[in-house]
C-alpha cells in the first residue's frame, strides 16, 4: 500500500503571501491530520479532517485553515504568512481518528518564510 | 490540557548497548501511547505503541512499559545499532486534540 503523500516537498515564500499545501491519506483512511514541527515547539496538532469535516482543531490562529474532499485527500492553507510559520508541516493519516488509532505520516513539506 | 515530558533530550550510547528514553503525561485519561523514530528528511514513523490495559510489549530489539499510576512510559532498545541513530518522539491521546508529543530525543549510536 501507497503511504501518505505531500506535494510539494519544499516551498519558498515571501512574508505576506498565502499557500496552500497537498496530502494525499493512505488508501482507505478517512482521517487526516495536520501538525507544524519547528525546533522550538516541536510537533504541535493544527486540525484534524474526517469525512470532509473538520472534527478537532489545535490552539492557532485563523490564518491557519483547511479542507477535505470526497476522496480523503486533504489541503491546508496559511494565509499573510509571517517568519515564523516557516516549520515542518505534517499530514498525518488513519483509518477513522479514533482516539488509540495509528496514524502514519508523511514525510512533510518544508515552508520556508523570508 | 494534556503536557508531556520527554527526557533526556539527547542520548549518545555505544553500539550494542541498550537505550532508554522515559516520558510523562499529566491527564490521567490518556489511554493510547505511541512512539515514533524521524530520521532527518522524513516524516515520524511509528515504531511501537501501547495501550493503556497493558503493562508491557516487545517487537525484537524495542519495548514500551507503561505505568499509569505513575502516568509514564518508556521506550527501551536493546543492542543499539548506528541505524537506530534518529529523534524519537512519544505521544499521548487526548480527545479533542489527537496526539500531544513529547519535544523529542536525538539519540546517536556510536559505533
Known amino acids: 500500500k501507497a503511504g501518505v503523500t505531500q506535494t510539494p516537498r519544499y516551498l519558498i515564500k515571501t512574508r505576506g503571501q498565502q499557500v496552500t499545501l497537498s496530502c494525499s491519506p493512505i488508501?482507505?483512511?478517512?482521517?487526516v491530520s495536520w501538525y507544524q514541527q519547528t525546533p522550538g515547539q516541536g510537533l504541535q496538532f493544527l486540525f484534524e479532517?474526517?469525512?470532509?469535516?473538520?472534527?478537532n482543531k489545535g490552539n492557532f490562529p485563523g490564518r491557519f485553515s483547511g479542507r477535505q474532499f470526497s476522496n480523503s485527500r486533504s489541503e491546508m492553507n496559511v494565509s499573510t504568512l509571517e517568519l515564523g510559520d516557516s516549520a515542518l508541516y505534517l499530514c498525518?493519516?488513519?483509518?477513522?481518528?479514533?482516539?488509540?488509532?495509528?496514524?502514519?505520516f508523511g514525510p512533510g513539506t518544508r515552508l520556508l518564510v523570508l | 490540557g494534556e503536557n508531556v515530558e520527554q527526557h533526556p533530550s539527547t542520548l549518545s550510547v555505544q553500539e550494542g548497548d541498550s537505550a532508554v528514553i522515559k516520558c510523562t503525561y499529566s491527564?490521567?485519561?490518556?489511554?493510547?501511547f505511541p512512539w515514533y523514530k524521524q530520521e532527518l528528511g522524513k516524516g515520524p514513523q511509528l515504531i511501537i505503541d501501547?495501550?493503556?490495559?497493558?503493562g508491557e510489549k516487545k517487537d525484537q530489539r524495542i519495548a514500551v512499559t507503561l505505568n499509569k499510576t505513575a502516568k509514564h512510559f518508556s521506550l527501551h532498545i536493546t543492542e543499539t545499532q548506528p541505524e537506530d541513530s534518529a529523534v524519537y518522539f512519544c505521544?499521548?491521546?487526548?480527545?479533542?486534540?489527537?496526539?500531544?508529543f513529547g519535544p523529542g530525543t536525538r539519540l546517536s549510536v556510536l559505533p
Open positions: 488508501s482507505g483512511h478517512r482521517s
Open positions: 498525518a493519516s488513519s483509518l477513522a481518528g479514533g482516539r488509540q488509532e495509528t496514524q502514519y
Open positions: 479532517y474526517f469525512s470532509e469535516t473538520q472534527r
Open positions: 491527564d490521567s485519561a490518556s489511554n493510547y
Open positions: 501501547i495501550r493503556s490495559n497493558v
Open positions: 505521544a499521548a491521546s487526548l480527545y479533542g486534540q489527537n496526539f500531544v
